[in-house]
């Protein structure tokens, strides 16, 4: 892949695609595509940390384990989305480890990198803050959904969420019932019973990885938004 095809993949991307052509030029030359198969672990919490991650094809997980071997799903990624927003503020380790959900293609963007470009744009400074904002945002917001909701409500947002993601009210949903819980903090026993009594409310429809929410706004009414 050239630096041309580097370019418009950052172009494509939520935090790069206002930047100046010649930023992205630059952060492109530097840039290196990596390929990851459905499973793989791309790093672990505490590793040492030293690039930004594009997704340019396929589905990221960033979650925190447990000693017991659980997980905690921070975040999932798809094309044009970035993780390692905060590696790049202060070159620590990562915060969470992340793996492939699908097989998936990412541009690695080394740390120094971004750095430099961000000391002669101002417009790299302000998109990777805009983007740590949002990083924040969602975790606290994902903190707050575990002390004030309860379950069936969390997997009602989380519903949301994925329409969101996807612009529509029927979607194939990147996570599986497990998965699911440990986004929200529940088993996948607890998260199908909630999916079934939705769907007994007749709000939702669930064919395999589809799903069709028919009535999006009684969702919400029960969310409490």
Same mark, same amino acid.
């Given at each position: 892949?050239?630096?041309?095809?580097?370019?418009?993949?950052?172009?494509?991307?939520?935090?790069?695609?206002?930047?100046?052509?010649?930023?992205?030029?630059?952060?492109?030359?530097?840039?290196?595509?990596?390929?990851?198969?459905?499973?793989?672990?791309?790093?672990?919490?505490?590793?040492?940390?030293?690039?930004?991650?594009?997704?340019?094809?396929?589905?990221?997980?960033?979650?925190?384990?447990?000693?017991?071997?659980?997980?905690?799903?921070?975040?999932?990624?798809?094309?044009?989305? /970035?993780?390692? =927003?905060?590696?790049?503020?202060? $070159?620590? @380790? %990562?915060?969470?480890?992340?793996? +492939? &959900?699908? #097989?998936?293609?990412?541009?690695?963007?080394?740390?120094?990198?971004?750095?430099?470009?961000?000391?002669?744009?101002?417009?790299?400074?302000?998109?990777?803050?805009?983007?740590?904002?949002?990083?924040?945002?969602?975790?606290?917001?994902?903190?707050?959904?575990?002390?004030?909701?309860?379950?069936?409500?969390?997997?009602?947002?989380?519903?949301?969420?994925?329409?969101?993601?996807?612009?529509?009210?029927?979607?194939?949903?990147?996570? /599986?019932?497990? =998965?699911?819980?440990?986004?929200? $903090?529940? @088993? %996948?026993?607890?998260?199908?019973? +909630? &999916?079934? #009594?939705?769907?007994?409310?007749?709000?939702?429809?669930?064919?395999?990885?589809?799903?069709?929410?028919?009535?999006?706004?009684?969702?919400?009414?029960?969310?409490?938004?």
């Amino acid at each position: 892949m050239d630096q041309e095809q580097r370019a418009r993949m950052l172009v494509a991307s939520e935090l790069f695609r206002d930047l100046p052509i010649a930023a992205i030029q630059r952060l492109a030359a530097a840039a290196g595509l990596h390929r990851y198969r459905r499973g793989q672990i791309l790093f672990v919490e505490g590793d040492s940390g030293d690039s930004l991650l594009l997704v340019v094809d396929g589905t990221l997980k960033a979650y925190s384990p447990s000693a017991e071997g659980e997980e905690f799903l921070l975040a999932v990624v798809g094309p044009g989305e /970035t993780l390692g =927003e905060l590696v790049l503020a202060d $070159g620590g @380790s %990562r915060s969470a480890s992340v793996a +492939a &959900l699908t #097989d998936a293609a990412v541009l690695r963007l080394p740390r120094q990198a971004v750095l430099d470009a961000a000391e002669i744009w101002p417009q790299v400074t302000a998109a990777l803050l805009r983007s740590l904002a949002d990083v924040v945002r969602r975790l606290t917001g994902s903190a707050a959904d575990l002390i004030f909701l309860d379950l069936p409500r969390r997997v009602a947002k989380l519903l949301m969420f994925e329409r969101e993601a996807a612009h529509s009210d029927v979607f194939e949903t990147r996570l /599986t019932q497990e =998965e699911m819980g440990h986004r929200v $903090g529940a @088993s %996948r026993q607890s998260v199908n019973s +909630a &999916l079934r #009594d939705f769907q007994r409310r007749g709000w939702i429809a669930v064919d395999g990885h589809q799903i069709d929410l028919r009535r999006p706004e009684s969702l919400q009414r029960f969310i409490g938004e």
